[in-house]
């Protein structure tokens, strides 16, 4: 009977704001999912079930600061799951929650243990779990504050990145290429571990790939990287790819884009 009605709720929940405001203000849904969590009581179908309808809640923007300290907790709690299900609504969840200018609701968000574990879930073969994973990490390094970025750079990030980079999916490798660029928007510190690793090279390789759309992200990344480098890393930058990136930027300016 809970499991039935949970799918009622999260199917209004995910028609629009105005029908999740309602379920939100009205009820104590997420206070309910949280008293669940907490006592550990709870099957893995219906944990799955509380998931999808958490992502729900939090697909659309406008949600108070307290519902997503609610939110965050029950979806903390389902991220260390084995589910594959529970774990791509989770990371949905977490990817809405840090969709935000607010600064400081990232950084509260984004505490190691969940950073690592984000990382880890980057690496996973299961497209609906890496996808969201991508997602999330993204829209945490669009943070402006450096130690939110240097939490996820110790949780080797970049690797993670550089295989995604790989990727025959091109929105994939572009939303990787949207994640370095937040990385080479960073200070000194940051764009030198990003020339550091093997994702560099890469980054520079599709600088010239023939979809203009990766082949953008690609020049942003490295312009980024060049206008924020002292200049020991800007001609570190320039002897590593052996004056590329200067023919690369010229290219670029040439695109009726």
Request: glycine share 4%.
């Amino acid at each position: 009977m809970i499991e039935q009605i949970l799918w009622f709720v999260g199917n209004i929940s995910g028609e629009n704001s105005h029908f999740r405001n309602l379920i939100v203000e009205h009820t104590k849904l997420i206070d309910t999912f949280l008293r669940l969590v907490e006592r550990q009581k709870i099957s893995r179908y219906l944990l799955r079930t509380m998931c999808w309808v958490n992502s729900n809640i939090f697909r659309f923007k406008g949600f108070t600061n307290n519902d997503a300290e609610a939110g965050l907790r029950v979806a903390r709690a389902a991220l260390f799951s084995e589910d594959i299900d529970i774990i791509s609504d989770t990371l949905w969840t977490i990817s809405y929650l840090v969709d935000t200018d607010d600064d400081n609701l990232i950084a509260y968000i984004a505490q190691q243990d969940l950073v690592n574990k984000v990382i880890d879930h980057m690496g996973s073969k299961d497209l609906c779990v890496y996808i969201p994973a991508l997602r999330v990490m993204g829209n945490i390094l669009s943070a402006s504050d450096p130690a939110v970025i240097e939490r996820c750079l110790w949780g080797n990030v970049l690797d993670q990145l550089t295989n995604l980079m790989y990727q025959t999916n091109h929105n994939i490798v572009k939303e990787s290429l949207w994640a370095l660029s937040n990385i080479s928007a960073g200070p000194c510190s940051h764009i030198e571990r990003l020339v550091h690793s093997e994702v560099f090279d890469r980054v520079q390789a599709l600088t010239t790939s023939p979809n203009i759309d990766i082949r953008k992200e690609a020049t942003f990344v490295m312009c980024n990287a060049v206008t924020g480098a002292d200049f020991k890393i800007r001609t570190e930058i320039y002897e590593k790819t052996s004056g590329a990136v200067l023919r690369s930027f010229l290219k670029a300016l040439r695109i009726n884009d």
